[in-house]
C-alpha cells in the first residue's frame, strides 16, 4: 500500500463547506457540508435528480464548487487549477462511475493499469497488477477485450478494479452495483469496502439501492441538494 506524503492517516479524505453547485440554471445542490473522515464508509442516497452524483463530482474535483469549499486529503480544491486537480485526484481518488467510463480503445487489461501507468510504474508491473485485479473482482476474461464487447455489469467490475488498483485513499462510487446482479452485486460491494478500508482509506457510496447503504457507517440523505438527515449505522 502506497500512501503519499501529503495524506496524513487521521486527515479527513474530503470535507465539503455549505458547496454549492448549479448546471446553468438548474440548481444541484445547495449549502451541502459533508465530512468523511479517514477510513469512514458513507452511503449518500436521496431521490432521483437530489444532487447526489454532482455531491460525488464536487468531492473527486471533477467539477469545480461554485460556492463553499472542498478540501481532499487537506487541499483547498478552490485554490488548484485544472492540471493540480486532476494530479491530486489521481493520486488520491478511485472513482468508479455508473456507467463504467472506460477507455473504449483500450483493452480491459490497459484499462485497469491505467492509473498506475499514469503514476510511471513500469508497464510489466501494471499488467501484472491489473490482471490480478481483473481476477479479483471475479471477471474471467482474457483481459484483451476491448470496453465494447462488455457487459453493463462487467464494465462496472473492470472500471471497480481501475479504482482500486492504486489504493485510493477515497474511493468514490456513483451506483457501483446497478448494472450486476445482487449477488455479485454484494461482492463486488464487499470488495470495494474492505480493501479500501484495510489499507486506511474511505468510501463514499452513492445509490438508491438499501442494500448498499447498509454496507456504509454512515447514510447521508440528500433532499432537493441539500443535506436533509443523517443516520448512523454502525
Ligand atoms: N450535465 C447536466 N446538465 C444539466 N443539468 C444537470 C446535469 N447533470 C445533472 N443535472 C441536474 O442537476 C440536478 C442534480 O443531478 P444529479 O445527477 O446530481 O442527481 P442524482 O441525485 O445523482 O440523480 P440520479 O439518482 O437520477 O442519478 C438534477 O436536477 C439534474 O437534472
Request: charged content about 25%.
Amino acid at each position: 500500500m502506497t500512501r503519499t506524503p501529503s495524506s496524513r492517516p487521521d486527515e479527513p479524505a474530503v470535507v465539503l463547506s455549505g458547496v454549492g453547485y448549479s448546471y446553468g440554471r438548474t440548481p444541484a445542490l445547495e449549502d451541502a457540508s459533508l465530512t468523511v473522515a479517514a477510513g469512514e464508509v458513507v452511503a449518500v442516497t436521496g431521490p432521483s435528480g437530489c444532487g447526489k452524483s454532482t455531491l460525488l463530482m464536487l468531492a473527486a474535483g471533477v467539477l469545480r464548487a461554485q460556492a463553499g469549499r472542498v478540501q481532499l486529503a487537506g487541499q483547498d480544491l478552490g485554490s488548484l487549477g485544472e492540471a493540480d486537480r486532476a494530479r491530486l485526484r489521481r493520486r488520491e481518488v478511485g472513482l468508479v462511475l455508473q456507467y463504467g467510463q472506460l477507455v473504449p480503445d483500450l483493452g480491459v487489461v490497459d484499462n485497469i493499469a491505467l492509473p498506475l501507468l499514469l503514476e510511471g510504474r513500469p508497464p510489466g508491473d501494471a499488467r501484472r497488477a491489473a490482471t490480478s485485479w481483473l481476477e479479483r473482482v471475479g471477471l474471467e476474461l482474457t483481459g484483451d477485450e476491448r470496453p465494447g464487447e462488455l457487459s453493463g455489469g462487467q464494465a462496472q467490475q473492470v472500471a471497480a478494479a481501475r479504482a482500486l488498483v492504486a489504493s485510493p485513499r477515497l474511493l468514490l462510487a456513483d451506483e457501483p452495483t446497478a448494472s450486476l446482479d445482487p449477488r455479485a452485486g454484494r461482492e463486488l460491494l464487499d470488495l470495494m469496502v474492505t480493501t479500501t478500508r484495510s489499507s486506511g482509506g474511505s468510501v463514499v457510496l452513492v445509490s438508491h439501492d438499501n442494500t448498499v447503504a447498509a454496507r456504509a457507517d454512515r447514510e447521508v440523505r440528500l433532499r432537493a441538494g441539500r443535506v436533509a438527515h443523517e443516520v448512523g449505522l454502525a
